[in-house]
């Protein structure tokens, strides 16, 4: 998917829960919190997985999760579609 896709695709789920799978196989699931054409900020979620850095983690403030570059993201999908 190109990085054009992928920022369109995060715009389209801005607010929703995700899971982002990274290139070198790295699963991330969280709250889309913000996006631009080379980042896009997760806000981890629960016990639904990732890495659990918290609300504080990368995000410096927290306010915004931590960050994923656009170009080491090989899918994204609603998490909603594992956990019903």
Request: with cysteine; hydrophobic share 35%; proline share 1%.
């Amino acid at each position: 998917m190109s990085q054009t896709n992928l920022y369109n695709v995060c715009c389209r789920y801005h607010g929703k829960t995700v899971r982002i799978t990274c290139r070198d196989g790295r699963v991330h699931t969280g709250t889309i919190t913000r996006t631009n054409r080379d980042m896009v900020w997760i806000q981890p979620t629960g016990n639904l997985g990732g890495y659990g850095y918290g609300f504080g983690g990368y995000g410096g403030n927290g306010r915004f999760g931590y960050g994923i570059a656009l170009g080491a993201i090989a899918g994204i999908v609603l998490a909603t579609a594992f956990f019903w």
